[in-house]
C-alpha cells in the first residue's frame, strides 16, 4: 500500500533533513491521486471491481496512518529537554503528520461530496470507523469536515 511503498524513502528523506520538500511532494501527488479516482466514481463511469477495492484499501491505509501518528504524538508528548534525537524526530513527524492531514481533508471533503446519500452507504463500510477515529484529531479541520459529512449524510445512513 502508499505507507509501505513511501516507508523507506520517508526514512531516508528524515534522515536526510530535506523532508519538507519531498514529503509535500508525495501528499500532493496522493491528492491528485485521489481527485482523479472520486472523479472517476462520480461520473457514473465506475471502475472496475479490483480498482475500486485498490482505491478504498489506499484510502484507508493513508487515513490510518494519519491517524495513528496523531494518536502517537497527541499522547506521548516528548520533554525537548531530556531527548533532543527523539524531540527532532517529533517535530519531523509533526511536519509529516500536517502535510497528511491536508490530503485527509481533501479525501474528506470527497466523501462529504458524495452526490447520493446511496454512494455514502456504499463505501460507509469502508469508512466509518476511521471518521469515528478522526472525531478525536488534533486537526480542528479535519474534526469540523467529520461533523459535516455525518450531518449531511449520517441521517439518511441510519446513523444519527
Do not use: W
Not at 51 to 80: A, K, R, W
Not at 121 to 150: G, T
Amino acid at each position: 500500500g502508499i505507507n509501505a511503498e513511501y516507508g523507506l524513502l520517508r526514512n531516508i528523506v528524515m534522515a536526510s533533513g530535506v523532508s519538507k520538500t519531498l514529503l509535500n511532494q508525495e501528499m500532493k501527488s496522493f491528492s491528485c491521486y485521489l481527485r482523479i479516482l472520486f472523479k472517476l466514481t462520480a461520473d457514473g463511469e465506475g471502475l472496475l471491481a479490483d480498482m475500486e477495492n485498490g482505491f478504498i484499501c489506499q484510502c484507508v491505509e493513508f487515513v490510518q496512518g494519519y491517524i495513528d501518528i496523531d494518536s502517537t504524538l497527541t499522547h506521548h508528548p516528548v520533554d525537548t529537554k531530556l531527548n533532543h534525537e527523539l524531540a527532532a524526530r517529533h517535530k519531523i513527524m509533526r511536519e509529516y503528520n500536517t502535510l497528511k492531514g491536508a490530503v485527509v481533508q481533501v479525501l474528506l471533503k470527497q466523501i462529504y461530496d458524495f452526490p447520493s446519500d446511496v454512494q455514502f452507504k456504499k463505501y460507509l463500510k469502508y469508512f466509518y470507523k476511521l471518521l469515528a477515529s478522526l472525531i478525536k484529531s488534533s486537526n480542528y479541520d479535519i474534526r469540523c469536515i467529520v461533523s459535516d459529512i455525518f450531518s449531511r449524510h449520517g441521517k439518511s445512513a441510519g446513523l444519527l
